[in-house]
């Protein structure tokens, strides 16, 4: 699987911020997908549920010195999300959970970019089943390992938060499967404009 | 077609035992299986539950088929007649169930949209539309149909003991031995 990924954003590591030249503008990035994950978890009894999508699309945009001017649109692919077991991803892909026959995709589109301390907050709007709700996403930016403090052209984003699939109406088996669902994505991203 | 034999053949004294075993064993995984909190550990059992109640739909169909070719000899003389068309009547009804119980479990199973694998890799085609609205149907009347089972076996196993502890008529004997 190379292309399971993609998620992302913008949020200012604050030392990624002080080290950073002067910019002008949001810098675009492009997610490096075969180094990306786009992961999720729940419950299952005494155990988890672990997974992970492949991304289709994610457009990035980040603004260092204002982070309320960055950016991120990203689009998932159900058909395609994997699971800890064949019976989970059945299940998570067919009709009671993801529905993926008639919504192949899974979006995110934020809204605003907060800073959160050394981490940026960022409230958009995600789809899942063609329901859309808020959603908030925390996010940590680090230096790539092998590259310059303050150089900002190959960054990786750690995004974390969590959504209850009821909300969406994907209530599949909620007997037997949590309702909180945890994403953890780890985004490798790079500079292209 | 063949006379009808003064005792039971060793192939219907086998399936016999060897299915009162398995449909208990298999009433019993059933009961926990639905009952227990699943997680990855106890997963299997689920497969377990299929398999055996698959193995034993494919025996009933085998042991209907077995009697059509050597049937079974009618009942030892004994009782009144009410009780010996109560055990006819129990041994129609456990037919009837060793096909629907089995029959309505893979109808259940399939009406929850996922692959109804038996032995780990073997998958059955489905025989109910993916439905929540027809899962739940379909378990109802699995449970119902298994229950059901339980008290007529209790029932046949009452019948069964009275001859072989009341009336020692040697009822019991020749399902055991011939
Ligand atoms: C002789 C055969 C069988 C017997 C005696 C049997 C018995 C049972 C019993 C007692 C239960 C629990 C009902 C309750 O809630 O109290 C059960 C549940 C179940 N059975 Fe069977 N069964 C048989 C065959 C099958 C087969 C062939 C399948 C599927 C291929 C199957 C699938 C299921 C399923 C999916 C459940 C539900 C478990 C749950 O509640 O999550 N069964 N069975
Ligand atoms: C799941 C359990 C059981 C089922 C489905 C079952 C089914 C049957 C059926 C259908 C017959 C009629 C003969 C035939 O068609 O093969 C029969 C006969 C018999 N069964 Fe069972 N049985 C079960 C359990 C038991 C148990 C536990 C006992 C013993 C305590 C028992 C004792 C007998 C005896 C003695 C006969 C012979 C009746 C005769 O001589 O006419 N059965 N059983």
Redesign the pocket.
Known sequence: MRRRTFLTTLSAAAGVLCTAPAIAAARHYSLDTTQSTVGFETDFGPDKITGSMPVIRADLAIDFRNLAASSVSVALDATAARASFPFAAQALKGPRVLDAATYPSVTFESRAVRREGDEAGIDGLLTIRGVTRPATLHAAIYRQAGTDPGDLSRLTIHLTGALRRSDFGATGWSDLVGDEVRIRIVARIAQVA | MAAPRAGFGLPTRVLHWVMAFG?LG??AL??Y??RMEVGLGNLWL?GL??TI??V??ALAMARIVWHGIAPPPGPLPGPPEWQMTLARAAHRALYAL?LG??VS??A??SASGLD?V?FGRLT?PAIAPASPAVEDAL?LL??GL??G?LAVILLHVAGALKRAIGARDGTLRRMLRG
Do not use: E
């Open positions: 449909i298999t009433f059933g009961a299986v639905a689920f539950h299929k109640g698959a034993l739909l060793m119980v089995p479990g893979w259940r199973a109804v038996i059955l378990a699995h449970r298994a229950w089972f």
